[in-house]
């Protein structure tokens, strides 16, 4: 299952069949992107042009089986936006297979991106932004698909990741931050059997819970847990977990969305303080070289007001 989640993964941003262009001022094949959602098929793309889409209720794509439907943020998360302020959600997926990439999706009552009651196929979450949703970043509920959620920047929703009786979910090199409040996690996985889930090479930063975890099954290894107020202790030291500041190029990432590495940040690509070879952890790689302590402190102490 992990190989089929891994080509997935990377499977290139144009498939075989049509591909359906979204722009709001009238140059595509559709100007919202539910209308583009309505008309495609199993292979097909959603292409979506930069800017800010506001919905007044979730994103619904057709079910597709037989093969993925990409839905693609042209230029990026950082320039193609979500707005759900009228939506509970961004996208509700159930079962199929279904690629989404390169979206911020924000402001959601609920969740940025639901997975409910999907029982066949395969879902990507790839290279998005999720963030300042009133409930969690993505939420997936009573699912067995194989979920990937994969180089993602997930902040200051109510929580982070969330899954309830779910099982065969892949949270791999993301950045996991800001989630405070009483039952502020970062990830929170309850009854999720028996199926293992695997959580891998993610930072986990500044939530009030860094895992809430009632699944008897899971493989958490290369994290940087670091600042969570509960439940970070029992994984640092084990399965190259470790926690340290992750050292971001900027003081404040949550106000200017810079999750960027500075060069010496263990989490970056041969750094890991143990010697182990695991490649980059969390979403961003390095851009910037060291800033000074002080500055990083002040940034820190800034960012949790």
Not at 36 to 58: E, F, H, K, N, Q
Not at 167 to 179: A, Q, V
Request: aromatic share 8%; glycine share 12%.
């Amino acid at each position: 299952m992990l190989a089929l989640a891994v080509a997935l993964a990377v499977m290139p941003v144009s498939a075989p069949g049509a591909t359906w262009y979204v722009d709001q001022s009238g140059g595509g094949d559709a100007q919202s992107i539910q209308a583009a959602l309505d008309i495609c098929s199993a292979g097909d793309t959603v292409l979506v042009a930069p800017g800010t889409y506001s919905i007044d209720s979730p994103l619904y794509p057709n079910d597709c089986f037989s093969k993925p439907l990409y839905i693609i943020g042209e230029a990026g998360a950082a320039e193609t936006i979500i707005d759900c302020a009228g939506s509970a959600h961004g996208f509700v997926l159930s079962g199929g297979i279904y690629i989404i990439r390169g979206f911020t999706v924000t402001g959601a009552s609920a969740s940025g991106i639901e997975v409910d009651l999907a029982f066949l196929g395969e879902i990507v979450v790839r290279n998005c932004v999720l963030k300042e949703n009133a409930g969690s970043g993505i939420d997936i509920r009573q699912s067995s698909s194989t979920i990937n959620i994969l180089s993602n920047i997930i902040h200051s929703n109510g929580r982070g990741i969330t899954s309830d009786e779910s099982n065969g979910i892949y949270i791999i090199g993301n950045t996991i931050s800001g989630h405070g409040g009483v039952d502020g996690a970062g990830i929170s996985i309850v009854d999720c059997n028996p199926i293992p889930n695997i959580i891998q090479n993610n930072i986990i930063v500044d939530n009030t819970y860094m895992l809430y975890n009632t699944s008897l099954l899971m493989l958490f290894e290369y994290n940087d847990v670091y600042n969570n107020l509960h439940n970070q202790a029992a994984y640092v030291g084990i399965g190259g977990n470790f926690s340290l500041d992750p050292q971001f190029c900027s003081a404040v990432p949550r106000s200017d969305g810079n999750f960027f590495l500075q060069s010496d940040s263990p989490c970056a690509p041969g750094n890991h303080p143990l010697g182990l070879s695991c490649g980059l952890i969390g979403a961003r790689g390095v851009d910037c070289g060291t800033t000074s302590a002080e500055s990083s402190s002040w940034g820190r102490l800034k960012s949790l007001h």
